[in-house]
């Protein structure tokens, strides 16, 4: 996962999340095996999300 | 370490003298603050431990809570007490003011208020810190003003004898609370200023959650281990730091 790009699965992921007629909400990525933060999400209005922080151990 | 560490401030420090001090308890250079509170305000200062430097801008973001003892009757050059007093009301007016009135301003003050922020503030007028400008006697008449949110204001008491209100409030980002008191001073025609400011929430943390830089270096030295449980709920690891966030586990690989 790198600033800016989102991966096919992970889109896909996203769209389950997202309810027709609300604003996207800000997501968290987080890895499922460690519990660690990887990314922060965050969709602009009329924008698909966008990665903003990548977060390193 | 990698998280949020909760710290209740005492009144004096600035919250860059706390961070040098958590910085050296804990012997981690990347430590950052979201919010500053000011040397004469106690309470809730939220400190991020390593990658949560990453997260300053969605914390800042956030609305906070304080309790507010405004003394009526003084206005100064910083809104609060420790500045130079500019007026001082006559105690025959002040001690004519009734809890009613100031009960009525308060709870009146709630809502979006086009308020004057303080001279001593890091607000930027052409390219310099107000701050910067106050303490050369250098003011420009251009103060900003600038909209202001307040609510959820609970009126907590009137003193009588030493012409104090307290208030507990909720305010947005960007909003002055002296510039609050030194507004219910002037709708009360009497001048005031924040004489006491305790932050009890930065949205999504509560001061209860929160201890001293004492209690942090104390525990720090008593650890077992190099993580932050030592600190109890003061130390809120990196993937619960924004839980209004939508949380999505994935596989690493994904």
């Known amino acids: 996962m790198r600033n800016g790009q989102i991966s096919k699965g992970l889109q896909a992921e996203l769209l389950r999340h997202i309810k027709l007629g609300e604003a996207p909400k800000p997501v968290r990525v987080i890895n499922s095996e460690e519990g660690r933060l990887l990314a922060l999400l965050i969709a602009q209005p009329g924008e698909f999300y966008k990665i903003r922080r990548v977060f390193v151990d | 370490m990698?998280?949020?560490?909760?710290?209740?401030?005492?009144?004096?420090?600035?919250?860059?003298?706390?961070?040098?001090?958590?910085?050296?308890?804990?012997?981690?250079?990347?430590?950052?603050?979201?919010?500053?509170?000011?040397?004469?305000?106690?309470?809730?200062?939220?400190?991020?431990?390593?990658?949560?430097?990453?997260?300053?801008?969605?914390?800042?973001?956030?609305?906070?809570?304080y309790e507010v003892v405004v003394r009526l009757g003084v206005r100064t050059d910083s809104m609060d007490m420790t500045g130079l007093i500019l007026e001082e009301a006559p105690a025959e007016t002040l001690s004519r003011l009734t809890e009613a009135e100031v009960q009525s301003a308060v709870m009146a003050m709630a809502g979006t208020l086009e308020?004057?922020?303080?001279?001593?503030?890091?607000?930027?007028?052409?390219g310099k810190k107000l701050y910067?400008?106050?303490?050369?006697?250098?003011?420009?008449?251009?103060?900003?003003?600038?909209?202001?949110?307040?609510?959820?204001?609970e009126f907590r008491g009137w003193n009588p004898v030493t012409f104090e209100a307290t208030v507990h409030l909720r305010s947005s980002k960007g909003s002055f609370i002296r510039a609050w008191g030194n507004e219910l001073g002037r709708r009360l025609g009497v001048g005031g200023s924040v004489a006491v400011l305790r932050r009890t929430e930065s949205q999504p943390f509560h001061v209860g959650q929160a201890i001293s830089v004492e209690a942090i270096q104390e525990r720090w030295e008593a650890r077992k281990s190099r993580s932050g449980e030592c600190l109890g709920s003061a130390w809120v690891e990196l993937p619960e730091a924004l839980p209004h966030f939508l949380r999505l586990e994935i596989e690493a690989r994904m």
């Open chain 2, 2 to 65: 990698n998280g949020v560490l909760l710290v209740d401030k005492s009144i004096g420090p600035t919250s860059h003298d706390v961070v040098a001090k958590v910085r050296r308890a804990l012997g981690i250079r990347s430590i950052g603050h979201a919010g500053t509170l000011d040397p004469m305000a106690s309470g809730l200062l939220v400190l991020l431990v390593g990658e949560a430097t990453k997260i300053s801008d969605y914390l800042l973001n956030g609305d906070k809570a």
């Open chain 2, 115 to 126: 308020l004057q922020v303080p001279v001593h503030s890091a607000v930027k007028v052409n």
């Open chain 2, 132 to 153: 910067e400008f106050a303490h050369r006697g250098d003011v420009p008449e251009d103060v900003p003003v600038r909209e202001m949110s307040f609510y959820d204001i």
